[in-house]
């Protein structure tokens, strides 16, 4: 009985190391990485973004004003330039060039735990409101010196409240004018919303083609469309990798944001919020203040 007992606190101990191991460092991300070099074709990736080919070229950059509590960021092509939220007791936009240099701050007249922002059509930004499961939409032109988000056109996702873990980042697909938003975690869940701007009652769809991911990111803190490709750009926070999974929900290419990774000097902590540009060069936000820019080299 003692030996039988010594072998199940034995297995006990290992299991508990093999699941410190994984939980605790990249192995899991290695190990995925070897999964998709057998699984993803040389012909997929060809038209694919191809995030294997990413390199950091800037980064830690510090974004001067926008306080200690990044979020969401996205590019715009009316301006040629980045917009990030910033959450204080209210809610202000920071607008960048793309080497990150600050160009203005946009305050709002509303107080609400912002988490995502995305650029859609015009002038137009959609901002995600994580704790009230709302998407706001108001207008940011060249002269805006004040964000109207008390009269903005909403939309309110039927499900449950999660605090601190609810929906984390947004994007827009010009084509198909639909919004995609990303829930971060417990559960895990990305939904598609039609454009409510017209006042017309629409449904918020999940998406299962992302149920790939879910076995192996531990939450979802960012999302961006592609429109040239049709591609998603996944980020998570806790497996500290950006994915690109295509309109089938398969997974592509990943680019890992740790240390030694994609010409990384440092692990890029707490990463909140992903946008692309039409070049294709892609850039990441993480708090407290801090912006990443990659770029593809062949």
Request: a negative charge.
């Amino acid at each position: 009985m003692k030996i039988l007992l010594k072998k199940v606190f034995q297995l006990f101990v290992l299991t508990l190391l093999l699941f410190c191991t994984i939980w605790f460092t990249p192995v899991d991300e290695y190990i995925h990485k070897q999964y998709l070099n057998l699984t993803v074709s040389e012909q997929e990736l060809e038209s694919a973004i191809n995030l294997n080919k990413y390199r950091a070229v800037a980064g830690p950059i510090i974004l001067n004003e926008a306080g200690d509590e990044v979020s969401g960021m996205s590019w715009s092509p009316m301006t040629d330039t980045l917009f990030v939220a910033s959450r204080d007791d209210m809610v202000e936009i920071l607008e960048y060039d793309k080497e990150g240099e600050f160009i203005r701050k946009i305050p709002t007249n509303m107080g609400m735990d912002i988490e995502g922002i995305t650029w859609a059509g015009g002038n137009s930004f959609a901002f995600v409101n994580e704790r009230a499961n709302s998407i706001l939409i108001a207008e940011i032109a060249p002269d805006t010196q004040l964000i109207d988000l008390n009269n903005a056109p909403s939309f309110s996702l039927s499900i449950a409240k999660s605090g601190n873990k609810g929906l984390e980042g947004i994007s827009w697909n010009p084509a198909v004018k639909k919004f995609y938003v990303v829930k971060e975690r417990d559960p895990k869940a990305v939904y598609s919303i039609p454009d409510f701007r017209n006042k017309r009652k629409v449904k918020a769809k999940e998406l299962t083609l992302f149920d790939g991911l879910m076995w192996n990111k531990r939450d979802f803190s960012g999302l961006h469309f592609d429109p040239r490709t049709g591609h998603f750009l996944v980020l998570s926070d806790e497996s500290n990798v950006l994915a690109e999974v295509n309109n089938d929900g398969k997974q592509l290419s990943t680019l890992e944001l740790l240390s030694g990774w994609h010409g990384l000097d440092r692990s890029i902590d707490q990463a909140e919020g992903v946008t692309m540009d039409t070049d294709g060069t892609i850039y990441v936000t993480s708090e407290p203040n801090h912006l990443y820019i990659f770029k593809k080299f062949e």
